[in-house]
């Protein structure tokens, strides 16, 4: 059976759990959830994910909602573990591996997901983008970038030196860091010569 992935290719959970199945090379299948039918709310969507959000998958019967919590599903059980997952015997790779992971969710997704809302997914539910606010966002993501250039100054990825799942959560911001000229974007000048260097294999797994 093949693994359904219930969302939205405009939801930045769903894309990320999208980008991890290709990066591990598992056939999926993607079943529209239409938000501008509502139907992440209603009653047969809310029994699968009672959050009323996207995505949720099922694979064999098992299924699991939360985007990274999918994305680990998927690396243990299709071959990620020892690559896009450490071993579980490697309790240093495990503890740095899960550092990575927690800088990703708190100090990356919550000033982008806050900019993306303004600048992006505002205009889905008809409001107006608060211009003000973004730029707010936009500060807070740039002085977060300060720490992922002392990270980056050490290893080549966020926990050491190969690419783990920690990285692939950043991808579904990419077009929006493009689109808002972070000076990353362009590593000969960068403010962030680390972060630019990192963002290259990163993001290149999107073209």
């Not at 707010?136 to 290893?155: C, F, I, N, P, V």
């Not at 689109?179 to 590593?187: A, C, H, N, S």
Request: glycine fraction near 6%; aromatic fraction near 12%.
């Amino acid at each position: 059976m093949v693994l359904k992935i219930y969302g939205h290719l405009v939801a930045p959970c769903t894309q990320r759990v999208l980008a991890v199945a290709e990066e591990l090379g598992v056939p999926y299948e993607l079943v529209v959830v239409d938000y501008t039918k509502n139907e992440h709310k209603t009653l047969e969507y809310l029994a699968h994910q009672p959050f009323g959000q996207v995505p949720y998958i099922e694979d064999d019967g098992v299924e699991v909602f939360e985007s990274r919590a999918i994305c680990r599903f998927l690396a243990l059980k299709y071959g990620g573990v020892g690559t896009l997952l450490p071993a579980q015997s490697d309790l240093e790779g495990t503890a740095r591996f899960e550092q990575a992971a927690s800088v990703e969710l708190n100090d990356f997704e919550a000033p982008m997901g806050l900019l993306a809302w303004e600048l992006r997914y505002k205009e889905y539910y008809g409001l107006k983008a608060d211009l003000e606010v973004a730029k707010e966002h936009r500060t807070k993501a740039e002085s977060r970038l300060d720490g992922y250039e002392a990270m980056l100054s050490k290893t080549r990825f966020l926990a050491g030196d190969e690419l783990t799942l920690a990285d692939l959560f950043h991808l579904p911001y990419e077009s929006l860091v493009t689109e808002q000229e972070f000076d990353f974007v362009k590593p000969e000048s960068s403010r962030w010569p680390n972060v630019a260097r990192y963002k290259l294999p990163i993001y290149a797994r999107l073209q």
